[in-house]
């Protein structure tokens, strides 16, 4: 029996060959492939202007810069998302204010949100965990009541909607990740979804090192811009990616439908929230009941291991990292997050599984719980 990771990219023979066409074209840095590709994702996001770059990590912070959020400002964001999204809004001199998620869905909630706007709240950057969507109507009511801008952490929900608009087609800024653990990769990279084209331009400028080009043909910087731009030999493969996104997206509620007929009738763990069609399924992730158990999580995923299973972890409880607990964060803060945190683990889900491997998984793990309960 092979190991089974827990996320694995979909790259066939027809996507390599015209990856190796663009790597032998002569040009291979950013340039027409890199402009198919955006083109190609605005007609997805229903014509919103959209922009590559390296990383979402990158996008996210570039987003934070058009949206004016500097030092002094606070940003409320979930306690339970990747540390990327707190570190950038850090990075930008801003004060990341976290607050607890649902437990059921594990989407930032929004009357904690509400409770901790002050007057330097600047901007909401919720995550859709999973590629769940957040409640968007009411997320953006919010925003609008208090004049904040929103930067969609959508790193997981590229291919997600929200009552049949895709996430990234409506909104304020949406940032994307193509790493290669997402629902499309570009092996590395991501993008931004924006309001407006003047956004776009700007994103631009920022991405490359705050160049813009001036009518004699020399450059001039104001601002010092990064270097964020995604490779053309990257964009070739998110081309290809983007194509087969639907039916990698397909499967993979395929695959999540049958864990929940595995696992439905005597869940051995918590479940995740089913979500509707619009839920682009990035993860299967599951709450341990580790006070029913005689075994740590780790030798959970030790075990799995042991079977040739991949066992993840997503995600850590952003607030009690070193780095935010210096912020005056602490155990208690916020208990979905933290008990989230230290119970949950990742399932194998990723569109080349059969659902076979779907039992084998459940299996597996229905095993070691009951092997292991008090
Ligand atoms: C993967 C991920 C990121 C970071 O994406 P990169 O493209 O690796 O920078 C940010 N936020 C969330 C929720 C993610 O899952």
């Given at each position: ?11 066939d023979s027809s996507m390599i060959a015209e990856v190796a066409e ?353």
């Amino acid at each position: 029996m092979s190991f089974l990771p827990f996320a694995r990219p979909t790259i066939d023979s027809s996507m390599i060959a015209e990856v190796a066409e663009t790597l032998g074209s002569g040009w291979i840095a950013s340039g027409p492939q890199v402009l198919a590709f955006e083109n190609a994702l605005s007609k997805y996001l229903s014509g919103r202007p959209v922009r590559t770059l390296t990383s979402a990590t990158a996008a996210m912070e570039v987003a934070l810069q058009i949206a004016g959020v500097g030092e002094g400002d606070e940003v409320i964001t979930s306690a339970q998302s990747f540390f990327a999204t707190p570190n950038m809004i850090l990075k930008r001199g801003a004060t990341p204010i976290f607050v607890d998620v649902n437990p059921a869905t594990r989407n930032q909630d929004l009357q904690a949100t509400e409770a901790a706007i002050t007057r330097r709240t600047k901007a909401i950057m919720p995550t859709h965990f999973a590629g769940l969507p957040m409640e968007m109507d009411a997320l953006y009511a919010l925003a609008r009541k208090h004049d904040l801008r929103v930067i969609e952490d959508a790193a997981l929900a590229i291919g997600s909607s929200w009552r049949g608009q895709r996430i990234g087609a409506f909104g304020d800024l949406v940032s994307f990740s193509f790493h290669a653990n997402k629902n499309m990769t570009t092996i590395e990279g991501g993008a931004l979804s924006l309001p407006t084209e003047a956004d776009a331009q700007l994103v631009e400028k920022l991405r490359f090192h705050g160049i813009t080009r001036l009518p004699d043909g020399t450059r001039d910087v104001d601002t010092p811009g990064g270097k964020f731009n995604m490779s053309d030999v990257s964009a070739r493969l998110g081309i290809a990616q983007l194509a087969h996104l639907e039916s990698f997206n397909a499967k993979r509620r395929e695959l999540a439908a049958h864990y929940f007929k595995c696992l439905d009738s005597d869940p051995p763990c918590v479940l995740p929230a089913r979500g509707d069609e619009g839920h682009s399924w990035n993860m299967f992730a599951v709450l341990l009941p580790l006070d029913q158990l005689a075994i740590t999580r780790k030798q959970f995923i030790d075990a799995m291991h042991t079977r040739e299973i991949g066992v993840g972890i997503s995600y850590e409880a952003l607030h009690l990292a070193t780095l935010y607990r210096r912020l005056g964060y602490k155990e208690g803060d916020f208990p979905n997050a933290e008990r989230i945190g230290r119970e949950t683990v990742t399932l194998p889900l990723f569109p080349e599984m059969s659902l076979a491997d779907v039992e084998r998984v459940c299996e597996s793990m229905v095993q070691i719980l009951r092997m292991w309960r008090r």
